[in-house]
């Protein structure tokens, strides 16, 4: 009797584990599954010495991209450890974000001839492949503006840092060149230049472009997105363009003079105004029958 009881609270004991382990089990399988892959993208950019680290998080369905928000990633250089930190960013809607590399870089990348960024994501349970790398090569791109028997030039140097740390310069790469404005860059040179064995490209400045009030442009090299040295900008300013003049008195009108305007646009635009006042004052009109209607109806009851 005694070995029937102890068989029979044996076997309640055993039930209830399985009861209760295999669901549990089985949540744990399924939310394994769940997790999604996340692929993290990252671009190096250095513009006039000073870089950053641009990062893109997304997980793909189909041919699909979905961004990741608000997830924290780590930029490490190097190592993935406390010592190789750089910083870390939140995503934003676009599941983007910038970490700036500080002085802590600076000063390691005097003794660097390449840089291995490390991106990860922080912990983040719903994804897995959240860890991707970047190498890059040290380089500089420099700018110099000059003139030559009032013919401009604009030219920029690209150089790389051996493994004896001397400053090399590199040929073949394709550099743009750029005039900055207020929402973009334009373009002065039809196609990039590459550079030569001495790293440089050069382009004859092209006159009769638009400055500032004071004929400044803000001319701007662009190495964009090198598989060996990210992108690289360089900039430097020089009154090489016609001064912006505003005319005193029109400088806060949203259009220029009446005298100037074409006759159909005059025509067209007095018509719509006049068509937009009649169809107001015709409301207006309605309005008003409507309510004497309803007064004489009101003293006849």
């Known amino acids: 009797m005694n070995r029937l009881k102890k068989y029979?609270?044996?076997?309640?004991?055993?039930?209830?584990?399985?009861?209760?382990?295999?669901?549990?089990?089985?949540l744990a399988q399924d939310s394994t599954s769940e997790k999604q892959k996340v692929f993290v993208t990252m671009k190096f950019v250095k513009e006039n010495g000073n870089g950053k680290v641009d990062f893109k998080v997304f997980t793909k369905e189909e041919k699909k991209k979905n961004p990741v928000q608000f997830t924290i990633v780590n930029l490490y250089l190097n190592e993935n450890s406390k010592l190789g930190m750089m910083g870390n960013i939140t995503t934003n809607e676009n599941g983007e974000g910038s970490v700036p590399l500080s002085k802590k870089f600076a000063d390691l990348s005097d003794s660097l001839t390449?840089?291995?960024?490390?991106?990860?994501?922080?912990?983040?349970?719903?994804?897995?492949?959240?860890?991707?790398?970047?190498?890059?090569?040290?380089?500089?791109?420099?700018?110099?503006?000059?003139?030559?028997?009032?013919?401009?030039?604009?030219?920029?140097?690209?150089?790389?840092?051996?493994?004896?740390?001397?400053?090399?310069?590199?040929?073949?790469?394709?550099?743009?060149?750029?005039?900055?404005?207020?929402?973009?860059?334009?373009?002065?040179?039809?196609?990039?230049?590459?550079?030569?064995?001495?790293?440089?490209?050069?382009?004859?400045?092209?006159?009769?472009?638009?400055?500032?009030?004071?004929?400044?442009?803000?001319?701007?090299?662009?190495?964009?997105?090198?598989?060996?040295?990210?992108?690289?900008?360089?900039?430097?300013?020089?009154?090489?363009?016609?001064?912006?003049i505003i005319t005193q008195g029109e400088e806060r009108l949203l259009s220029g003079s009446r005298k100037n305007a074409p006759l159909f646009l005059v025509i067209v635009s007095n018509t719509i105004i006049i068509a937009v006042w009649a169809v107001i004052l015709y409301i207006i009109l309605q309005l008003f029958k409507i309510k004497s209607l309803n007064k004489h109806k009101n003293q006849i009851t």
């Open 114 to 244: 390449e840089f291995n960024f490390i991106g990860s994501l922080m912990n983040d349970p719903r994804f897995t492949g959240t860890e991707t790398e970047l190498t890059i090569k040290s380089a500089t791109l420099e700018l110099s503006l000059y003139q030559e028997d009032s013919i401009r030039y604009a030219k920029a140097i690209l150089k790389e840092k051996n493994t004896e740390g001397q400053w090399i310069p590199v040929p073949e790469v394709e550099i743009g060149f750029f005039v900055k404005r207020y929402f973009s860059l334009l373009s002065v040179a039809e196609y990039p230049v590459s550079t030569d064995e001495n790293g440089e490209a050069i382009l004859e400045f092209p006159k009769g472009l638009k400055g500032d009030s004071l004929g400044n442009l803000n001319i701007v090299v662009k190495i964009d997105a090198n598989e060996n040295y990210g992108t690289l900008i360089a900039s430097a300013q020089e009154k090489w363009g016609i001064p912006l």
């Open 8 to 26: 029979n609270i044996s076997s309640l004991i055993t039930s209830l584990i399985i009861v209760w382990v295999f669901p549990v089990l089985l």
